[in-house]
């Protein structure tokens, strides 16, 4: 399990990688295990109908595990933040509803074959499938905030589930090509990853009526951290095990994905270089070795090191934003969560 | 335009078909002109995103026309009930986008190649694109009802959405199935269209803060005429003119869809007809041929018309449930656009 983390490099950017914790994650479930229990029955409970295909294909993505990343950060928030009911358990399981549901579409539109390790729902079931369930799962979100009964949250979310279509909108927009600034891409990671993170910790601070220092504060974090792991998911693409992630190598590669390993490995290329990138990715005219050779010219080029050193600033950045809350144990926890973004590779 | 009309027999159950209105429809759109024209603007408006392929694939679908009669619903129901205020015109534009994004997931599950007369979202911009944008306007329309600021709209809508999608899903299940009972084909229909018109004429007496018997009379008038309007979209798929309609005739046939049609040819079918059936639908052997032998088969085991009488029933049923209301021009119009729902073959 430690391959990967041998072969990539980390960069000591402000120290992250150094300082990550390889079990933050475990650190956080430990301090919000029991809510956490709670959310998963909520989320087994309420994506139940009498139409038996949605458990059954909800399921295999919801309850097959995952690392519940979004609804945990709902948890860790409104902790931090003092709140002592129920209601944030319910809204984390409304995260992890509108993040499954991106996922099955996703899995429409990308055609990944691999996710989580498990075969995807997509070709298990097929994409009327997926899409349908989605759009389920997407509608149940709403119940359940509407049953919460604050339109604050359902603001929240709604604004961030328009937000990550049009981020995903934008991907698509930029596909194969490589004019694609680096700003633009960092605009589809915001919308299609950033948001729901920054709903998911804004929540928390929302249900423990904290006031709005805090509340931004929280978003802040949550973007931040959502740009963290994106980009190092887009550099884990091009160097991660497969066995190690559950994620298929190359993916992004095969579909043309304008990604900043992409961009920093064109950018920094020769014209030998330049020709390779020009030909697998805008004209989408690969071989089998192509995949070989795309990780040998990201490793060469610095791509990789440069998109995670970037992925580093995000999690300093993420970090920063926790200051506005006094130190305590689930504080030192999400911030060693940034870390461990940016240092999951092992 | 008056070829499928004379093809196909409509029953006189109820005397339903022979009051049909033919423009009942137009006689609505003036009743509720000045508010339909404001709805407009506000689709237009609210459809818009900094990413330009999301309003160019909205347009596409949206500003296309068709015949709006979700808004519509809303738009009357408001009126009836008296309502003065401005709320029911941004809310009908939340139904119009919920159903476009099921009309764009639709297509993406469908690969229907005709819808309204246009050549498919899907067919133009591609699946991806379409299940995206249908996700954002879905969102968007959730951002529309927050705006708004009443949770018991937004139960009413999300609740819709929840039951669309499981419809749906229980259509894809039943799929190729004549085992399936003319009751579960009822309930996909309850689900897929009805949900949605109950929703929207149900809203119509929610904003104007009309008693429960109200809100749940036109609850029942929507949901008989969106099973009349379904059945009879059923009917036509074996029977329309694709000119007259915009609509692919056999699409449905195409994807062993199981319908109304379809069933009661089964039943009503000898041996010879039995087998044509069970190659075409369930084992989706088809050649050329079949969708005029369908077709044929559809007009001499009387599926047809048996499905006209059902669908007539329903709108009789719509009919019924306007009776709490006191006699107005816009009640009259709401009961003649359920004769039309009946009659829209001409």
Chains 1, 2 share one sequence.
């Not at 003092?82 to 509108?98: D, K, N, P, S, T």
């Not at 194969?176 to 729901?196: I, P």
Request: charged content about 20%; proline content about 3%; glycine content about 8%.
């Amino acid at each position: 399990m430690g391959v990967v983390a041998n072969r990539i490099q980390t960069p000591g950017v402000g120290g992250v990688a150094a300082l990550a914790e390889p079990d933050a994650l475990s650190a956080l479930v430990n301090l919000v295990g029991a809510d956490l229990a709670a959310c998963n029955r909520s989320i087994v409970a309420r994506m139940d109908s009498p139409v038996a295909l949605i458990p059954q294909l909800a399921a295999h993505i919801v309850a097959a595990g995952g690392k519940r990343l979004r609804p945990l950060l709902t948890l860790a928030a409104a902790q931090m933040c003092g709140y002592a009911g129920v209601r944030h358990v319910h809204l984390a399981a409304c995260v992890e509803f509108i993040h499954t549901a991106t996922l099955l579409h996703d899995d429409v539109v990308d055609e990944s074959l691999l996710r989580r390790g498990l075969s995807s729902a997509n070709a298990v079931f097929g994409n009327k499938a997926s899409v349908l369930v989605g759009d389920f799962l997407f509608a149940r979100a709403f119940q359940l905030m509407v049953e919460d009964g604050s339109l604050k949250v359902l603001g929240i979310l709604s604004h961030a589930a328009a937000t990550i279509a049009e981020g995903e909108v934008l991907q698509l927009v930029t596909q194969n090509d490589l004019s694609t600034s680096e700003q633009r891409y960092l605009d589809v990671v915001r919308g299609k990853t950033a948001a729901l993170f920054a709903a998911a910790c804004q929540v928390g601070a929302v249900v423990a009526d904290r006031p709005s220092d805090e509340e931004m504060a929280l978003a802040e974090y949550g973007t931040n951290l959502g740009m963290a792991f994106q980009l190092v998911d887009d550099a884990l693409d091009y160097a991660a095990d497969q066995l190690t992630l559950g994620k298929t190598v190359g993916d992004d590669f095969r579909e043309g994905k304008i990604t900043l390993p992409v961009l920093a490995a064109y950018q920094a290329g020769d014209a030998e270089a330049r020709e390779f990138w020009v030909r697998t990715i805008e004209a989408s005219s690969q071989t089998d070795a192509d995949l070989d050779r795309a990780m040998l010219l990201m490793q060469r080029s610095g791509a990789i090191c440069t998109t995670l050193a970037r992925a580093a600033r995000f999690a300093d950045a993420a970090k920063g934003a926790l200051s506005v809350f006094p130190d305590s144990p689930i504080r030192r926890a999400l911030a060693d969560v940034a870390d461990y973004t940016v240092s999951r590779v092992s």
